[in-house]
């Protein structure tokens, strides 16, 4: 069954996905909060839909002119107000700044669920996944509203469908990492020139771009670790950066879009040295 959370309104998501790269678009965040929303209610989510609806990155561009000179709010992590709130105090007061980049958001996802016994959600599911909205967080945002997460359907799509029933309009997230492949250039430089616009890619690729993070490389085997999260076993890893586009939900159907290749879905890699989000192509 398909439960949609429709319209989360997200406040001060966190965008900057890698150090150098900005992007309004925390797919592996979403998934793990679907995840976590599951087993919430005693389910398993197997799958998860993300449809985009606004993103509103906090910052300015000085020039008006200048599109690409975008300058992100910092917040700082300490205010001047008699100097021992100071960083650093051996070499005198300093104010530290750590970089960051926000974004508000609103998205809804559906979850595929699969419950024991059950046709449907129950009162005491739908009271456990209220109160685990209320006031929950997805990318390090606050989750401020949603107009609804009461109901499960049996289709995705189609008039009788989770998205249909609950969510209207919007653009359904795509996994378009394929699109990275290029003979002549590396993925990086392919991402660099789509995810900017450049005008040598134009009539190469159609839509709208935006790159994501996507899953981990471990850069470590996995051991026990003073400080590690619930004693689980640790490695370190690097966020892996792929490419989404935003393809409008009216023109899945033309486009020949399934229910299936809508999901996110995580798995590891053969050599279990990568955790990817992936979806089945179309």
């Not at 390090?140 to 997460?149: H, L, M």
């Not at 699109?179 to 890619?201: A, C, F, N, W, Y």
Request: proline share 5%.
């Amino acid at each position: 069954m398909y439960l949609p959370i429709s319209h989360m309104r997200v406040q001060a998501a966190n965008a900057l996905v890698t150090p150098s790269m900005i992007s309004p678009c925390p797919i592996m965040a979403a998934v793990m909060f679907g995840h976590a929303l599951g087993d919430t209610i005693g389910c398993e989510t197997t799958g998860v839909a993300i449809i985009h609806h606004d993103a509103q990155l906090r910052g300015e561009r000085m020039n008006p002119h200048k599109r690409k000179e975008f300058q992100p709010h910092q917040m700082r992590s300490a205010t001047y107000i008699n100097g021992k709130d100071y960083a650093n105090k051996s070499n005198g007061p300093t104010l530290s700044l750590q970089p960051v980049a926000l974004a508000d958001l609103e998205w809804s996802i559906i979850l595929e669920l699969s419950c024991d016994g059950e046709a449907g959600l129950n009162a005491g599911q739908i009271k456990k996944l209220r109160k685990r909205l209320r006031g929950g967080r997805l990318a390090g945002g606050q989750i401020v509203g949603y107009s609804a997460a009461d109901e499960a359907f049996p289709a995705l799509l189609g008039k009788e469908g989770a998205i249909a029933k609950k969510i209207g309009g919007g653009h359904a997230l795509i996994d378009r990492s394929d699109r990275l492949i290029h003979p002549e250039r590396s993925r990086l430089e392919q991402l660099m020139k789509i995810g900017t616009g450049d005008r040598d890619v134009v009539a190469e690729e159609s839509g709208f771009f935006v790159p994501a993070p996507m899953g981990y490389a471990m850069v470590t085997e996995f051991e026990e670790r003073k400080g590690s999260r619930e004693g689980l076993p640790h490695a370190f890893g690097e966020i892996m950066v792929g490419l989404a586009e935003y393809a409008g939900i009216r023109t899945l159907g033309e486009r020949g879009f399934e229910a299936q290749s809508l999901l996110w879905r995580h798995h590891w890699d053969v050599d279990n040295a990568a955790f990817i989000l992936s979806q089945e192509s179309y």
